[in-house]
């Protein structure tokens, strides 16, 4: 079976989060377990390896008026072959999203990789596409490709990360870049809102629909969290799965770690851990304390990773016996909330506004808990990867947060982690308050939770079985 993934973003090439971790890693454990594995990304001005990288092709793609270059460069990494999609005009600038032109850069990616696979011969069996970003080439696929012979009989999968982020544009785009009737628009097939709605479009068109972990699959089908696309996936139910994604022990592994101080397995945990803990509050600037229960909070700055809950109970966490050290970059009202909680309370607040990511793995390492308290998370990996380090992870119980953390039970001494059910600050509070107590008054529980959430296995190779039986399923 020959897969074709396509996605703006992927380590070890380009990372804004999440989404790049799944296609640095899947593909890879698809290859191990006998999958022809190719993944498409763009050729972005920033991305590392770019000089490794090997010219193969070019050709022309028309885009409504425009005629637009396309070159193609090459990489093979860990039994994957990458394919590099490049446009100066679109691709050679800083970042990689946020600019007004991003419909047009994107629906020509959308365009090159359906050129690609004829251009190379490398018709796939399954296209696996990612995110809003690459959703258009299900209906470019099924309203223009998929008529040409050599194109016939792909299958597609669309992956939903992040249903917030559905690429909704002006509908006279649908023509425009895509060259597609705007009937199109006005049946319903990518119309919601009165836009053109990208994602819609994918779900529409794709032969099943995935996303990141079971109960977000359950979610998105509600008013709640569907963000205005729960009808058409009721209607599409059916195909829709929810596979959770998984982490790379390769890469996250306190034993293998080249950013940390110290590396450590289950077995040297608390001398590993403690000498971790003393370097990172250098490092950020706290007091060296080796007994005080640090908590670590690493993520994107916005509203749906929860930082209403912790704003508004900073001042009493402050109240407690804690460090807390902050790693983000995002909106501007939570950079500046924060930042001012720091400054009040330097002795036991480290506000780091910026993305590092020698720093996260520092980080995972070095604290003894890790707050994530997410008003809606499709899987998340920053509690994973806090599990791997044994660094305890509380959560609050949504998407793939419910179905990676284990709560805790004191009574059978099971479970991973603290979580907690309603979008609620007190009740945050009272879950931060139960781990304190338990890792203060209970240092032996305390250990042997970390020993579990350490063993816990969260990595790829079920979650890549699941992916093959069901793209199997399909051919
Ligand atoms: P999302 O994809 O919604 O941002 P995830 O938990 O799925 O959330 O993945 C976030 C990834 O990005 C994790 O690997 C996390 O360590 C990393 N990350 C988030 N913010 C930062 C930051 N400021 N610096 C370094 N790494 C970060």
Redesign the pocket.
């Known amino acids: 079976m020959r897969v074709l993934f396509v996605a703006s973003e992927g380590t070890p090439f380009i990372?804004?989060?999440?989404?790049a971790?799944v296609i640095g890693s899947l593909p890879k454990e698809m290859a191990k377990q006998g999958v022809e594995s190719i993944v498409v990304l763009p050729k972005y001005q920033d991305m590392k390896f770019a000089d490794k990288i090997e010219y193969v092709t070019n050709f022309d793609i028309f885009m409504g008026w425009r005629k637009c270059y396309c070159g193609v460069f090459k990489y093979e990494l860990d039994g994957v072959t990458y394919y590099f999609i490049d446009n100066e005009q679109y691709f050679k600038r800083p970042g990689l999203y946020g600019y007004d032109d991003d419909y047009e850069r994107f629906a020509f990616f959308d365009f090159a990789v359906l050129e690609l696979i004829s251009h190379l011969n490398i018709r796939p069996d399954v296209l696996h596409m990612h995110d809003w970003q690459t959703a258009m080439i299900a209906m470019l696929y099924r309203e223009r490709y998929c008529y040409y012979d050599y194109y016939q009989n792909i299958k597609l999968v669309f992956t939903i990360?992040?249903i917030a982020f559905q690429g909704k544009a002006d509908p006279h785009l649908l023509e425009e870049f895509f060259g597609l009737d705007n009937y199109l628009y006005y049946n319903g097939n990518c119309r919601n809102d009165d836009c053109l709605n990208m994602m819609k479009a994918a779900i529409f068109y794709s032969d099943i629909i995935t996303t990141v972990s079971p109960t977000y699959a359950k979610e998105i089908l509600t008013d709640e969290y569907g963000e205005g696309l729960q009808s058409i996936l009721q209607m599409r139910q059916h195909d829709l799965y929810g596979i959770l994604?998984g982490v790379d022990y390769d890469v996250i592994n306190p034993n293998k770690d080249p950013m940390i101080v110290k590396k450590y397995t289950p077995r040297t945990v608390k001398k590993g851990k403690l000498e971790n803990k003393l370097a990172l509050q250098k490092e950020v600037g706290l007091p060296e304390d080796p007994d005080v229960a640090l908590i670590g909070i690493?993520?994107?700055l916005t509203r749906?990773?929860g930082l209403d809950l912790i704003i508004n109970q900073f001042e009493a966490l402050c109240g407690r016996r804690v460090q807390v050290v902050i790693?983000?970059?995002g909106d501007r009202v939570y950079e500046d909330a924060l930042k001012g909680v720091a400054y009040y309370h330097q002795d036991k607040v480290s506000m780091?506004c910026?993305?590092?990511?020698g720093?996260?793995c520092r980080i995972?390492a070095g604290c003894d808990m890790f707050l994530?308290p997410s008003l809606f998370?499709?899987?998340?990996?920053?509690?994973m990867?806090s599990l791997k380090y044994g660094t305890i992870p509380i959560v609050r119980e949504t998407g793939?947060l419910k179905d990676s953390v284990i709560p805790y039970n004191e009574f059978e001494q099971t479970g991973t982690g603290f979580s907690f059910t309603n979008y609620n600050a007190h009740e945050m509070m009272d879950t931060i308050d139960y781990a304190l107590h338990t890792f203060y008054d209970y240092p032996e529980n305390w250990d042997r939770l970390v020993q579990r959430a350490m063993k816990e296995k969260l990595d790829w190779e079920v979650s890549a079985s699941r992916y093959i039986e069901l793209f199997s399923s399909l051919l």
């Open positions: 990372k804004s989060g999440g989404l971790d990360h992040n994604n690493v993520t994107r749906q990773k790693l983000g970059a780091q910026k993305y590092d990511f720093l996260s995972y994530m998370e499709p899987c998340g990996l920053s509690q990867m793939g």
